[in-house]
């Protein structure tokens, strides 16, 4: 047993020299067990009856101690380890929560078996790993070792190196790591960031983005106010600050001002921060300045676009996939006859209730990609009234290639239409007075050949013979009997060919007696020069009619009459009247051959036609004209006139020749 | 003396009848008128014996003015003087209640005749006027003999008579149409005639009259 004057003692020199040396080894290495171990093995012979138990923290509850034996002494057999006793009451448990000095206290205070050593002591000493655990060196050391108590000295002052280098190393570790979280969450982050002193507005720290942004350096930026920098009075600064503190984090739009005085639009999230038992503010910045402009630019475009869409001189209006209106233009508002309601979001089929089937199959297949267009179409509007209208639909698509509705296109053609139906008629109307005009021209020309040729004649022909009359008073008077008789005669004629004539141009029956009796009387002239049994009727026709409207039905008749007569070849036929209470009923029936009645809807404007004049006849009295007829089963005319002043004044309205 | 009211719108024509009448010595013009209104005014104011009136005057035409004649003087004899030669003339003259038709050529002899005999109550025509009087007999004669029309009946035409044959069977418009290939207007439209022929205000009444006179 060496005593305690032995050299084998170390000396303090040669202690640091160890201590160093394990310093270092503790530095270096990453496994603390082996440095342990190496450490404890430079104490050689001192520590053969020492035993080294490294406890080493595993887990994140405080059972979780996994022990090694580091150093069994020269002993070698293999040493039982107790695991740490558990117990609030165990000094280990003070220990655990958080005390850091080395004890040294018999081992019955800690549980451990006397088995282990004999009458020995123990040392703990906690370590805080790299790993940030707390992990314990425990030492048991036995009373076999030379100088006891110095060497337990030793032990301690090694293991207390041990365990503050440890120690130092898991703090700079966690420094270390505190230091690369602090430079990845704010030194290097590339947001703009810096902390704000709530109390002054003072900036205590600025990242590299900040000083980037605003264009001041590190020192510059501790030197100055977020006052500096916010274009708001002090005063609102410092309330926003206070308010900050107050309810915690918010989210700020101020304008900022760069060192070369160029303002920003900054968005700005600020929250409070403990930060080394100190409120500060931790401020991020965002510049939304090209953000802002862009958003305008945007809305200006966009206020733009809806301006142009609204004041086109066009009906159109946009819709997305369900066919709700996203735009209008106002001439779709009006041309349809839409409430002012906004049309925003409401979908096309409630402002158009009845929309017919074939629409809402051209509107899926827009949708569906296809266009479609018409030149013309007759559509009801919401408000009842029909329209002809020109119409197009296409799909628009988003940029995705994505159909994104459909816009579709009107325009109203009633009024083009009505002016192109106008001017139709207009030209109607004048092929057929131009083709009346031919007719009154060529019968002119046979009332004048039929005054020329036979009147003229026969007056002659009358003075020739009073002129013989002259003579022969004197020489012959038998004579000038004779010549008066022929005389006689021949004015007898005459005045009958002027009768006819007269008769022809206007039959004064119908201004002497009305309709019903002129009619019967061409019924009877008809017959007697055809030998086809026509046959009148008129039924409450008892007063007499407006003048003009008499000699329109008798020229119907007359030419419906001569028609049959001319064209037919019926056996029999007839004119029945019919008065109602306020139209006039004329049926002209005959049994001849008849006619398709799909003839009559060619284009009867060529001169000649009778069913032409009757038409046209009819049409001056806003009459209605309805013929029936087929090969074969004779022939049917039904006409209707209205019984009212209008019919007077119809045709001077139209400013057509009323010719009778 | 006969004392005569001449009426007639054309001075040359009362010239030329004056003319002629004053040469009979018992024939005496008392008054002229140059249309209707005037000769009715006239008769009231002269009663004549016997009128001569042309139908064709201006303001009131001469049968007219013969009818208001007649209301006030059913005694009255006028003689009616035209130039129109027909039936239908013949039957307004005759229903107005003129004594006499004249034709306008009639000669000079004739003319003081006929006033004398329409004096003595007799009716008075032209020999062309009476010639029209018998054809027309005669052709109605001829007409009712081939029965195919009488007068008492109300006359339908085929039309007619199909489609109320067909209503009476109790066929709808749209049937009736569809049967004798014409529109359903038309059809309505006969039906509505039918009705204002025979005097009745609805189909079932078209129908009535369809059975009682045989038409089912």
């Known amino acids: 047993m060496p005593n305690a004057e032995s050299t084998e003692l170390y000396t303090s020199s040669e ?128 009373q076999s070792e030379q100088s006891g108590h110095e060497m337990t000295g030793v032990i301690k002052t090694l293991l207390c190196a041990i365990g503050s280098h440890l120690q130092n190393r898991s703090i700079e570790a966690a420094l270390l790591r505190s230091e690369q979280r602090y430079n990845q969450i704010f030194r290097n982050n590339p947001a703009v960031k810096f902390l704000i002193e709530p109390e002054t507005g003072r ?193 628009w698509y988003r940029k995705q290639d994505t159909i994104g509705g459909i816009i579709i296109f009107t325009e109203l053609i009633t009024e083009r239409k009505k002016a192109a139906e106008a001017e139709k008629n207009l030209i109607r109307q004048k092929v057929r007075l131009a083709s009346r005009l031919e007719t009154i021209e060529e019968e002119r020309r046979k009332i004048s050949r039929e005054l020329h040729d036979g009147l003229g004649q026969m007056i002659t022909a009358a003075v020739m013979n009073v002129e013989l009359i002259d003579n022969a008073l004197r020489t012959q008077p038998d004579k000038a009997i004779e010549y008066v008789e022929s005389v006689k005669s021949l004015l007898n004629t005459t005045i009958q060919e002027v009768r006819n004539i007269s008769q022809d141009l206007r039959p004064a029956i119908l201004d002497d007696f009305g309709l019903t009796p002129a009619l019967r009387l061409l019924c009877e002239d008809f017959s007697k020069v055809s030998g086809i049994d026509i046959t009148m009727g008129a039924f409450d026709m008892n007063d007499r009619l407006p003048s003009r409207l008499e000699i329109t039905l008798y020229r119907i008749c007359q030419e419906a009459i001569s028609n049959i007569v001319r064209h037919a070849d019926a056996t029999e036929a007839g004119i029945q009247m019919y008065r109602r209470s306020n139209t006039i009923l004329v049926v002209i029936q005959d049994n001849g051959k008849g006619f398709d009645r799909g003839l009559i809807r060619t284009d009867l404007s060529r001169s000649g036609s009778g069913l032409t004049n009757i038409k046209e006849r009819v049409e001056l009295h806003n009459g209605r004209l309805q013929i029936e007829s087929a090969p074969g089963q004779g022939m049917e005319l039904i006409i209707e006139i209205p019984l009212d002043n209008t019919t007077e004044t119809s045709a001077a309205e139209q400013g057509l020749p009323f010719e009778g | 003396m006969i004392n005569v009211l001449l009426a007639d719108d054309h001075n040359i024509v009362r010239y030329g009848i004056s003319s002629i009448l004053n040469t009979s010595p018992d024939i005496n013009i008392v008054a002229e008128a140059s249309d209707g209104k005037e000769a009715v005014a006239l008769f009231e104011q002269h009663r004549p014996d016997v009128c001569i009136i042309d139908i064709s005057m201006p303001v009131m035409n001469g049968l007219e003015a013969t009818r208001q004649i007649l209301l006030t003087a059913p005694q009255a004899r006028i003689i009616i003087m035209t130039m129109h030669l027909n039936e239908e003339y013949l039957n307004q003259v005759l229903s107005a209640g003129a004594m006499g038709y004249l034709l306008k050529n009639t000669n000079k002899a004739d003319l003081i005749n006929s006033i004398r005999r329409v004096y003595n109550g007799e009716k008075v025509f032209s020999t062309s006027v009476s010639e029209l009087m018998t054809q027309s007999y005669i052709r109605q004669s001829k007409k009712q003999d081939s029965g195919t029309r009488s007068t008492s009946r109300i006359q339908l035409t085929r039309r007619e008579n199909e489609i109320l044959k067909l209503i009476a069977e109790g066929q709808t418009s749209q049937s009736i149409a569809a049967k004798l290939f014409i529109s359903p207007r038309t059809v309505d439209t006969h039906r509505a005639n039918l009705m204002q022929k025979l005097h009745v205000k609805n189909s079932a009444a078209l129908v009535r009259y369809a059975v009682e006179n045989g038409y089912t």
């Open chain 1, 15 to 142: 202690l640091s020299n160890l201590l160093s040396v394990i310093s270092a080894l503790m530095l270096t290495g990453d496994d603390e067990k082996k440095a342990l171990g190496q450490a404890f093995g430079k104490l050689g012979p001192f520590i053969s009856a020492s035993k080294l138990i490294y406890y080493e923290r595993t887990g994140g509850s405080t059972s979780d101690y996994s022990p090694t034996v580091v150093w069994n002494g020269n002993n070698g057999a293999p040493l039982p380890v107790p695991g740490l006793p558990a117990g609030k009451k165990s000094p280990w448990h003070q220990l655990l929560s958080g005390g850091s000095s080395v004890q040294a206290s018999p081992l019955n205070d800690y549980g451990l078996p006397a088995s282990l050593i004999e009458n020995g002591e123990v040392l703990i000493v906690p370590v805080k790993t790299i790993a940030g655990l707390m992990s314990f060196i425990c030492v048991m050391t036995g």
């Open chain 1, 203 to 395: 900036i205590v720290d600025a990242n590299r983005a900040a000083c980037q942004f605003y264009g001041y350096s590190y020192t510059q930026f501790l030197t100055i106010n977020i006052s500096d920098i916010n274009t708001l009075p002090p005063d609102d600064v410092k309330s926003r600050i206070d308010e900050v503190i107050r309810n915690g984090g918010s989210l700020f739009h101020f304008n900022h001002r760069k060192a070369d005085g160029e303002i920003r639009e900054v968005e700005v999230y600020t929250a409070p921060v403990l930060l080394s038992g100190k409120t500060l503010l931790y401020s991020i910045i965002h510049d939304v300045t090209d953000r802002t402009l862009a958003q305008e630019k945007l809305r200006i475009g966009e206020m733009l676009f809806r301006q142009f869409v609204f004041s086109t001189p066009a009906a159109v209006a946009m819709f997305d996939t369900d066919m709700n209106y996203l735009l209008t233009s106002k001439r779709w508002i009006e041309d349809f006859k839409l409430s002012n309601t906004a049309l925003q979001g409401i979908s096309l089929y409630e402002t158009f209730p009845d929309i017919p089937d074939g629409w809402k199959k051209v509107l899926d297949a827009a949708l569906a990609g296809s266009t479609a267009s018409s030149d013309e179409e007759l559509v009801g509007l919401p408000d009842g009234s029909k329209e002809w209208i020109r119409w197009e639909i296409q799909p």
